[in-house]
């Protein structure tokens, strides 16, 4: 009887324990479901505001092409004018009192949706994403933050003050304030694309690649562009960055949200007749002078796709069926143009244990948490590291002529755009909207008044010592040898394997020894053979490895060693300084 009163309780300890693992479980199996559905919601969200930005764009590209073309009909050209004065004013010119009042008139509604119809966009996505239940953005990661202070640089900045009060006969000021003043109203979830203040254009573009400068910290040589770099025979000598042509951005007299990214052209600039007869005959149509019998149509002011509208790099297989996408892109889609970005996040309840010596708190609480997506979720910090990340969607309106070609064929916004599509969100050249420069933007403009990078007093104080630094390392052709030494002409076949396992047949410790990335690969195997545990080297010849240890090097069927470049820079997982992919082209992370 006494053994069985000993016994009692022993269920219940194990019921305990039991109990105690399925609350466990139930938790985490609730909180990857919260997580799971805050990523869905948001990636449904991102992708309905970019598409319907994307059909405000296309309709409004297409708008702005009609009217070039009205501009270009017979009718406006020649019918109803009414006579010139007799005498013509000194410095005036016929056109002046029959096309050009008319044509200006239409340039206005050109050059009004412009600066309208993007912001239209804007709010449209804005409506898409709450309507799929993503709510006003809080935190430090808050568009309505950055509307508010973009509020204030219109009234404030010679960026905007600077500019003249009419832009292609469209006063542009007061309307375009009250519209980002109506929009500025606290209750914006979505993030946009944007032209603020940045760098439009940066040559070498890897020294806009921010991911480059961790790399070049870690010295992780696997980096797609600092692999390059550091690999190229061509590298430049002195002061190179004096030669590296920065383009600050200026206002580009349209909304610098979600722009169309048009451009005017001067009152006395022309358009041949032939690109008008190539729009028709691209239809099948017949053969059109809408010129009448001369060779252009003269002094019109068109509404021009600007240097944002430019070809897509799609050399070296990185957006074709051998890189990132399955099948080839057409070539009527390799231009960049107008893009609809949106990016978001929502807040997620999570359970988790609370402290367990405070009898007045439960065991399990909620606890909110911001749930980014696409292509993370981002808990405990709601702030992206840079702007450079997109973590949203992208789409754009998707046109060409009937031949197939893109609607860039002629540079003139003509009405070609029938649909719009989600798109790769790192295909087009576009940047996410922002108010202030980045850092490395700051950093770079600082750069182009430097004479030399290595002059410490030149140099104290400069914004960005960070970048500075990584700079100096890249410009330091013995410091590029410790990734890959081109001195290093002969083969890994050429030590004895034993010293593969050491450092000091590789540079610096061998001036004409190889780099990081011609060294041999050393692995680390769990299991190794019995024979390969004394410490002594052992040679594996089924496995074609030589073992020290638990450490190993492995060579091909030719006998030759695989090198870290061959093995740790040919996969698509693990650690890198940006979190990207550790391969692929130049400038690319």
């Avoid at 919601?41 to 297409?62: D, M, Y």
Wanted: aromatic letters at 12%; one cysteine or more; a negative charge.
């Amino acid at each position: 009887m006494n053994a069985i009163r000993r016994k009692r309780g022993q269920v219940l300890l194990i019921a305990v324990m039991v109990t105690l693992i399925l609350l466990i479980c139930v938790m985490v199996v609730f909180n990857l479901f919260l997580i799971v559905r805050g990523r869905i919601k948001t990636e449904t969200a991102e992708q309905s505001a970019a598409l319907t930005a994307a059909e405000w764009q296309r309709e409004s590209l297409n708008l702005i092409g009609e009217i070039n073309l009205i501009k270009a009909s017979r009718s406006l050209l020649e019918l109803d004018a009414p006579p010139a004065p007799e005498p013509i004013p000194d410095g005036k010119t016929e056109l002046d009192f029959t096309i050009t009042p008319r044509v200006r008139a239409l340039t206005e509604m050109q050059s009004r949706l412009a600066f309208v119809a993007p912001l239209i966009a804007f709010g449209a996505a804005q409506q898409a994403a709450k309507q799929n239940g993503v709510p006003a953005s809080s935190g430090n990661w808050n568009i309505n933050l950055d509307m508010d202070s973009y509020m204030e640089r219109l009234e404030t900045s010679g960026r905007y003050l600077d500019q003249p009060e009419i832009i292609h006969y469209y006063r542009w000021r007061e309307p375009y304030k009250n519209m980002i003043r109506a929009l500025a109203n606290g209750f914006l979830a979505v993030r946009p694309n944007g032209r603020t203040p940045g760098l439009d254009r940066v040559n070498p573009s890897w020294l806009a690649d921010e991911g480059l400068y961790q790399a070049i910290h870690a010295e992780w040589w696997c980096h797609a562009t600092l692999n390059y770099l550091v690999k190229s025979t061509s590298f430049p000598e002195g002061a190179w960055w004096k030669d590296i042509d920065y383009s600050p951005n200026s206002f580009p007299r349209q909304s610098e949200i979600m722009p169309l990214n048009v451009t005017f052209s001067g009152d006395s600039s022309s358009v041949e007749d032939g690109t008008f007869q190539s729009y028709a005959a691209s239809f099948g149509g017949a053969r059109a002078y809408f010129g009448g019998s001369d060779p252009e149509i003269p002094y019109l002011r068109w509404c021009f796709y600007d240097s944002f509208w430019n070809d897509i790099d799609v050399e070296g297989g990185l957006w074709h069926g051998e890189g990132r996408l399955r099948a080839d892109l057409k070539e009527s889609f390799h231009y960049n143009g107008a893009v609809a970005y949106a990016e978001t996040f929502v807040d997620t309840e999570h359970l988790r244990f609370r402290p367990v010596n405070d009898p007045n708190r439960p065991l399990q609480s909620m606890k909110s948490e911001n749930a980014f997506t696409s292509r993370s979720v981002r808990l405990g910090s709601n702030y992206p590291q840079n702007f450079d990340n997109r973590n949203g969607s992208t789409a754009q309106a998707v046109g060409a002529f009937p031949s197939g070609e893109s609607p860039t064929a002629l540079p003139i916004v003509l009405p070609v755009f029938g649909q719009t599509a989600r798109i790769p969100t790192y295909l087009k050249n576009f940047t996410v909207f922002q108010i202030n420069f980045t850092a490395l933007a700051r950093f770079l403009i600082a750069l182009s008044q430097i004479q030399d990078i290595n002059d410490t007093e030149e140099t104290e104080g400069m914004t960005g010592q960070y970048y500075l630094e990584a700079l100096r390392l890249l410009s330091d052709a013995d410091w590029r040898k410790r990734g890959y030494n081109p001195d290093f002409t002969g083969s890994l076949s050429d030590f004895p394997p034993a010293m593969l396992f050491g450092t000091t047949y590789r540079y610096p410790a061998s001036a004409d020894g190889p780099g990081w990335l011609q060294a041999a690969y050393i692995g680390n195997d769990d299991n190794p053979p019995r024979e390969a545990t004394n410490g002594t080297l052992y040679h594996d010849k089924e496995r074609r490895r030589y073992y020290m240890g638990g450490q190993y090097v492995e060579y091909n069927a030719a006998g030759e060693f695989k090198t870290n470049e061959s093995v740790r820079c040919q996969t698509r997982t693990g650690y890198t300084p940006s979190g990207s992919s550790p391969v692929g082209p130049p400038g690319v992370n």
